[in-house]
């Protein structure tokens, strides 16, 4: 059992950065791939990025450019920088890992505005 601990989250203006954090309790090295999805605001949960084991990453298009996803293994760590960002932006974003199981974390929450 792994358990993910999402941290970072909070308010920021329009246009500004955060960066998010996702701690595994165990070793992220195993997995298949790691990934950031959000939930919107009374929408579904969505991709945001990815990054494989060999460390390639995948962006769907609305983020790509502004979002980067990156993991430290040795921290057992996957980071989500948040640049430019836009009150649609606002939402709770979870980390997953997905393996031969798959473990989510709790979220953390992103509110962008003014």
């Known amino acids: 059992q792994v358990q993910l601990v999402e941290s970072g989250g909070g308010l920021v203006q329009p246009g500004g950065s955060l960066r998010l954090s996702c701690v595994a309790s165990?070793?992220?090295?195993?997995?298949?791939?790691m990934q950031w999805y959000r939930q919107l605001p009374g929408k579904q949960r969505e991709l945001v990025a990815g990054?494989?084991?060999?460390?390639?990453?995948n962006y769907p298009e609305f983020v790509k450019g502004r979002f980067t996803i990156s993991r430290d293994n040795a921290k057992n760590t996957v980071y989500l920088q948040l640049n430019n960002l836009k009150p649609e932006d606002t939402g709770v974003y979870y980390c997953?890992?997905?393996?031969?199981?798959?473990?989510w974390g709790q979220g953390t929450q992103v509110t962008v505005s003014s």
């Open positions: 990054i494989m084991k060999g460390g390639i990453t």
């Open positions: 165990g070793s992220i090295s195993s997995f298949y791939f």
């Open positions: 997953c890992a997905i393996g031969v199981q798959s473990y």
